[in-house]
């Protein structure tokens, strides 16, 4: 998937790539190699610019979380997306 998406110059984000084990993994070759920015910021500014900019746009979201709410408060700067599909299991208690 990264490689087609690099090839075809189309942007990948991560807002939650310090969560868990990739984390854990950063904090630990953090020591070994000093140096590492992860600029968590950027990417919020570049999807949001990216939805703000858009002529059309569209959310198709596989689950929850923090990246579902990442993508939808990025199409919320531009009054909202034109379409969206949500899969997920949640209950309608959750």
């Not at 569209?58 to 979380?65: A, D, F, N, T």
């Amino acid at each position: 998937v990264y490689y087609w998406a690099a090839k075809n110059g189309i942007p990948v984000f991560c807002p939650a790539i310090t969560d868990g084990s990739v984390g854990d993994m950063i904090y630990f070759h953090s020591y070994k190699n000093p140096g590492l920015v992860l600029d968590i910021a950027q990417d919020i500014r570049e999807i949001n610019n990216a939805a703000i900019h858009a002529a059309h746009s569209g959310m198709i979201i596989l689950g929850g979380g923090l990246v579902k709410h990442h993508i939808c408060n990025a199409n919320l700067m531009r009054n909202g997306a034109d379409f969206s599909v949500f899969v997920n299991t949640g209950q309608e208690f959750d």
